[in-house]
């Protein structure tokens, strides 16, 4: 189909155009979603005065969300679900408890030499972590004050993000080799060498040519 002028753009601009079109929610919660589904459990460790009582959690992680921030550069903000499990052991009795949390995660796209992209992450503090906690009973309600149960949620489920998204699988998802995809739809879309198309008519004409003699000796019959 034709070209108009007005339709050319800058090399810059088209750059621009190519990372805010390449680079969509999606394809940034893809970077991510890899480790949603994902089992925790930890525990048990030693929590509160004297490390005496010992905790045990155990959860998963779920689908994160995202939302595209406004600025300079292509970053979206990822919210990151988890639901925990926990028991306080006490010695003398154990108290449980339910926790949701949310993991908000920065993530933003920058350009590498060789036409790639890499989506940074940024790490999770443990103060950005949002948890509800509910205690099962007034008993454990009360010792979630005690033993400062969020606190050491936070800095527990801020460390695991930490540790699960800078692993190597993950960190291959959040590498596009853009040349590399240019050259694989380029091969598949490219003409053929004159040598292929040669041997493809040469074969043809001979699978014709057995046909017919087939029709003969039918007829002959």
Request: proline share 5%; net charge negative.
């Amino acid at each position: 189909m034709p070209v108009n002028d007005d339709e050319f753009v800058s090399y810059q601009q088209w750059g621009l155009d190519f990372f805010d079109a390449a680079v969509s929610a999606d394809r940034i919660l893809g970077a991510v979603n890899n480790i949603a589904g994902q089992p925790i459990d930890f525990g048990p460790i030693g929590v509160g005065p004297g490390k005496i009582a010992k905790v045990r959690a155990y959860g998963e992680i779920g689908e994160a969300s995202a939302v595209r921030l406004t600025g300079p550069e292509i970053s979206y903000r990822v919210e990151l679900p988890v639901t925990l499990t926990f028991e306080v052991d006490l010695q003398v009795d154990t108290h449980v408890f339910h926790a949701e949390l949310l993991v908000p995660l920065i993530l933003t796209a920058r350009a590498l030499d060789g036409v790639r992209i890499f989506i940074s992450i940024e790490p999770p503090r443990s103060s950005d972590v949002e948890v509800k906690v509910q205690a099962e009973g007034i008993a454990a309600s009360i010792m979630q004050r005690v033993v400062n149960i969020e606190g050491e949620l936070r800095r527990f489920v801020a460390k695991y993000v930490a540790r699960e998204t800078s692993k190597p699988h993950i960190e291959a998802a959040r590498l596009i080799d853009v040349s590399a995809a240019i050259d694989r739809a380029w091969s598949s879309i490219a003409p053929k060498p004159a040598t292929e198309k040669r041997v493809t008519d040469d074969f043809n004409q001979a699978l014709e040519a057995e046909i017919r003699e087939n029709e003969e000796t039918f007829l002959e019959l």
